[in-house]
Each structure stands twice: as C-alpha cells, then as structure tokens.
C-alpha cells in the first residue's frame, strides 16, 4: 500500500518531465534555421544556426573584435601597433591567440611561428610584391624570424627581442574567429550550427535535415581563381571544428619552378614535399587551423610522427603519389566519420 503512494506521488513529476520533454523536442524542431553572410578578415562568411532570432548583428560585433585585435590590414588593430612598436597592453583575444601559437610553435618545433610575416612578405605572399629574395637577404630576414624571440610580460605588453620584429595571426585568426563565434551562440542558447570563415569550419549539434554536419574536403589543384570544387571526401564534422591548409590555391611559378605560399620559418624557402592539402579536426578551429599550417611546413612523415602524441587531433591528408597522382592517408580513428 505504501509503494502504491509513493508512485502516485510520483506520477505528476513523471508526467512534468515528460510534457517537458516533448516541449523542448517541439521547439527545437519548430525553431528556424537562421542563415548569415558576409565580409570578414579579406574573406567572407558562411553561418547557419537554429534560433528563434537573427543574431548576425552579435556575430559581426564580435568577429569586428577578433579584427580589432589580430588584423594586420587594420592600421588600428592591436597586432599592428605592436608591429608599430607602439606601447600597447594587449587584449584577452590577442593573449588567448599568442600564447596558443607559443604552445604550438614549441609543440612543432617552429614549424608553426607567427613572426614568420618578413619571409612570406619576400616571397610575394604578403604585403610585398618584390622579386625572388637572394640568400642573402633571406639570411638577413631569418634573424627576426623565430617564435622564441617574443613573449608577454605580465603587464600585457609584446616584449621583441628587435624592434624589426613583426607579429602575423593570419595562420591561426579565421579559426579563432569561428570559435569565437560558437562560444557567442552557446551563450544564446543555440546547440545547432555551422560556422564557416574562409574554409574554416566548427560544427555543433545537427543539420537543417536533423542529419550530422558533412563538410567536403576538395580535391587539391592549381586553381589560384577557387573555382575547382570537386571533392575529394566529405567528413562527419558534428561537434568539431576543421581547417584545411593546402598550397594549390596561393603560388605563382618562377622559371618553371612553382613557388608555393607556405614558407617554412626555419629555413626561408618555400616547402617543397608531395603534401599537398591537410586538413585537421580538433576540438577548436583555432588549434586545427595552426596544426594544418604545421603539417604542410613539415610534410607527411614528420606530421604523422606529432600526431601519434596527439590522439585528439585527427587528420587527412591529400598528397602526390609516385606518378603524381593523388594518394591519401587519414588518421584511423577517422575512417568512421568518412562518407563514402
């Protein structure tokens, strides 16, 4: 008699929960897909989310703040008046971006180094458009190259070790951007969602079709214009972010030698290996777009060694085989996110 209270005591929570349940699945399916595009960081964007509102004006403020911070075309960013040598105390977003790339750097062996801006800049990836750099000036530049030759002191300043120095988040701010926009609409509420920004991509929850996120990885080559759109795979992306780096989109040839935009920071040169794209999953876009720029500085076989002592990371990648035909090697732990 007494178990037969207790249940009926128990039968409206049990009803509560269950209404509310359904309620909350209703609204989830009921709540539209919100789509927004636009301009930013000399690309565009790409973000769908499911809210009852339109949250672009948000979205656009917060991702003027990562420009604000990081952007080496903004005269008035933080990053270019530290390149100005000006003195100036750093923001949380320039801070959480530097000291990121630190921890990377190191973790690759200067493979990774955001002060590697005066070697893109001779190559003609950058500012400047000059002619191939000589031996000698590409010596002169890699004395204010090196990830190790700047720090913050506690106050929030960026300590060079020579004024010449210059800092450039190019390689690591469109991830960060994503991740900073998936933490603004976590903040709302929203648990579906796709951001995308220049290729880099975080993904939560699920589809408009209540279908995990597939994102394609395209099929790599030399197509400076970014019309090639065949893909080579497409990937279960739900719940991780994706940066794809690659090389056969940023070249120009030069006596018949293809000179490619990823310099390696140790050397001065342009990479020459057969990696041809790597695309990296992890659990935030701004990890997974400074290790992509990693690998395809160090090549396949160094990239595949840094992996095994990073089992949250996943890659794939695309490479050239013996007869030049592309061949691919992805992370196992991979294979069940891979569409067929």
């Avoid at 897909?33 to 948000?58: A, C, P, R, S």
């Avoid at 065949?230 to 000179?259: C, H, P």
Wanted: with cysteine; glycine share 6%.
């Amino acid at each position: 008699m007494n178990d037969k209270k207790k249940w009926l005591w128990q039968l409206p929570f049990l009803l509560f929960l269950i209404g509310g349940t359904i309620f909350v699945i209703r609204q989830q399916h009921q709540a539209v897909y919100q789509h927004d595009h636009g301009f930013i960081f000399g690309t565009v964007y790409n973000i769908t989310y499911q809210h009852d509102k339109n949250l672009q004006h948000e979205i656009e403020s917060a991702l003027q703040q990562v420009d604000a911070s990081l952007s080496p075309f903004n005269k008035a960013s933080i990053i270019s008046r530290v390149n100005r040598n000006e003195a100036v105390k750093v923001d949380v977003l320039f801070r959480e971006v530097f000291e990121k790339s630190m921890q990377i750097s190191k973790d690759t062996e200067g493979a990774f180094d955001i002060t590697v801006a005066p070697l893109v800049n001779a190559w003609g990836f950058g500012f400047k458009h000059d002619t191939r750099p000589t031996p000698s000036a590409i010596d002169s530049m890699k004395a204010l190259v090196g990830y190790k030759k700047v720090s913050l002191t506690p106050s929030g300043q960026v300590k060079k070790s020579d004024p010449r120095i210059m800092l450039d988040c190019s390689a690591v701010a469109k991830g960060y951007g994503c991740d900073v926009v998936a933490r603004l609409l976590s903040r709302a509420g929203v648990t579906n969602y796709m951001i995308e920004i220049g290729g880099e991509i975080v993904t939560h929850g699920v589809s408009e079709k209540r279908l995990p996120w597939h994102i394609g990885v395209t099929v790599p080559t030399d197509d400076t214009l970014a019309t090639q759109k065949d893909l080579q795979a497409i990937l279960n992306v739900t719940d991780r972010a994706m940066a794809t780096s690659g090389n056969y989109r940023n070249f120009y040839y030069e006596g018949g030698r293809k000179v490619a935009h990823t310099i390696d920071p140790r050397t001065g040169q342009p990479v020459q290996h057969s990696l041809l794209s790597a695309t990296v999953l992890a659990t935030d876009c701004a990890t997974a777009d400074a290790y992509a720029t990693s690998f395809m500085v160090m090549g396949m076989e160094k990239a595949i060694k840094l992996l095994e002592r990073h089992p949250e990371l996943l890659a794939y990648f695309i490479y050239s085989g013996y007869h030049g035909e592309n061949q691919v090697w992805y992370s196992p732990a991979l294979r069940d996110k891979i569409q067929e």
